[in-house]
């Protein structure tokens, strides 16, 4: 069941993005979507070049400042530098946290990005130009995993009054830069500092959350307003197209001539091409119904006159024509009435139709076997459906003695396969057997369908439903006639 739905919705999301509407959709949201990525790209890439000059004013004032600091700790004499590190502790601190540390601290780096180096550039030309330090280790930390006056020792777990002032600014966790120097064998000059702009490091991208949501809702509302005024416009269309269907099934009734101008005169057009059609139809089926009909009067007369011929040849030569004659006037006959269905569409119930037919085929023997269901009713003209099937049944019947009706449904179409067991027909004939009148036996005597008629009558009210009959014969024997019915 699983398995028919998710076919059932992938048919319509098929057919949907087939359409007029869902083509027009799917061309503006990709138009929508595409331009929103673009001018987002543009502008990150204008903010990006705009913010990597921003950080390079700011580290070169910084580098400076650092600069100064070292410059600062290293001249003073070896006695004083912890005496003034310990007051710096006493006071929370200034905008640097120094210390100095027997050993090179480890420093957990985080990714590398643009302006990461930028800023370590600065820092490390202005050390070597102000100073002629070159062997500076920089680095960037986490605050929360900044470790501070040995490898044990992380910023969270000291006093909030040493370094939480200088190298903290809750709740934000900008990462912290970091600049460990060698000042003799033993000691190490650790200078940790924040940068001026919290965010500075901050990866940018083109499809942030944000910005994919704008653009999601700029798509959306583009997509709602574009349905309600693709609606608009198409109705007429989806009018017009349902009633060329119905038109080509015999049902004729003129549409409103509605919409946008172009739409109004193919709407005319339509209703006018419908009204010379139906009339030309008209004509034609009273001309040949008035000929077919006039004839047989005639026939009749002349018949009779047969009749009073003293030579017992030429008498029977001539009734014979007449028969055949009248047979013709009768197959037109019956080919216009059997053909014309004119009815309301309503629901027909095939399978019931094909169990009736099996059980008048069956009274003595089983020469007729249904296969299958109709899951789902069918909409159309029950006694042209029925007319259709009874003389697909019956030439199978006549030809091949038994014979095997398939019956295939889903929401889309339905088909009915009827297999017989019959010598088949030529492939060079299967085309000319839908002709009328045509026979390839001469012998038809009891068939109901002698004069050439059946299949003929049977694809004319097939296509009439928007479907088709077609013949193929199978690989040992018999021929398979199939019956295809589109659902609309």
Request: proline fraction near 5%; hydrophobic fraction near 40%.
């Amino acid at each position: 069941m699983s398995s028919n739905t998710a076919q059932s919705k992938s048919s319509r999301i098929k057919r949907w993005s087939q359409s007029l509407t869902g083509q027009i959709l799917i061309i503006m949201a990709l138009g929508v979507a595409s331009a929103q990525f673009v001018s987002s790209t543009i502008w990150l890439r204008q903010l990006e070049s705009d913010t990597e000059e921003n950080v390079r004013e700011v580290s070169k004032h910084m580098a400076f400042r650092i600069a100064a600091t070292v410059s600062y700790f290293t001249s003073l004499p070896t006695n004083y530098r912890h005496i003034v590190i310990d007051q710096l502790q006493d006071m929370g601190g200034t905008r640097f946290f120094v210390t100095l540390n027997k050993e090179e601290i480890n420093i957990n780096n985080i990714p590398d990005s643009p302006l990461k180096d930028i800023v370590k550039n600065e820092v490390q030309s202005t050390l070597i130009k102000q100073l002629g330090i070159h062997n500076a280790n920089i680095a960037f930390s986490n605050p929360d995993d900044l470790h501070v006056i040995n490898n044990h020792t992380r910023l969270v777990d000291l006093p909030e009054r040493w370094g939480h002032h200088s190298l903290l600014v809750k709740p934000l966790t900008p990462p912290i830069i970091v600049i460990q120097i060698p000042i003799n064998d033993k000691d190490w000059l650790y200078l940790a500092s924040l940068m001026p702009d919290p965010y500075f490091l901050d990866g940018n991208s083109a499809l942030t959350g944000d910005r994919l949501f704008s653009m999601a809702m700029s798509v959306i509302t583009v997509l709602l307003l574009s349905i309600v005024v693709l609606r608009r416009v198409t109705r007429p269309l989806a009018t017009l197209a349902r009633a060329a269907e119905r038109f080509g099934q015999g049902d004729w009734k003129p549409i409103k001539e509605v919409g946008s101008v172009e739409v109004r005169n193919t709407a005319k057009a339509f209703n006018d091409m419908q009204r010379r059609i139906q009339r030309y139809l008209n004509d034609r089926e009273r001309l040949f119904a008035s000929i077919s009909h006039d004839l047989k009067t005639p026939i009749t007369r002349l018949r009779l006159r047969a009749e009073m011929l003293d030579e017992d040849d030429i008498r029977d030569a001539m009734i014979r024509d007449l028969e055949d004659l009248d047979m013709l006037v009768k197959g037109a006959l019956q080919s216009v009435k059997e053909t014309d269905i004119h009815e309301n569409r309503i629901e027909v119930n095939i399978s019931r139709m094909l169990r009736d037919m099996q059980t008048t085929a069956n009274l003595h023997d089983v020469k007729l076997t249904v296969v299958g269901e109709l899951n789902h009713p069918f909409i159309g003209k029950p006694l042209a459906i029925k007319r259709c099937l009874g003389n697909l049944v019956d030439n199978a019947l006549y030809y091949g003695k038994t014979a095997t009706v398939y019956i295939e449904d889903d929401e889309d179409e339905v088909c009915i396969r009827i297999c017989d067991q019959g010598p088949g027909i030529p492939i060079d004939k299967m085309d000319k057997v839908f002709q009328p009148y045509t026979r390839l036996t001469p012998d038809h005597s009891g068939h109901p369908g002698g004069m050439g008629l059946g299949l003929s009558i049977a694809r004319n009210i097939a296509r009439a439903h928007g479907g088709e009959v077609t013949l193929s014969n199978h690989v040992l024997q018999g021929l398979e006639a199939k019956l295809w019915l589109p659902r609309h």
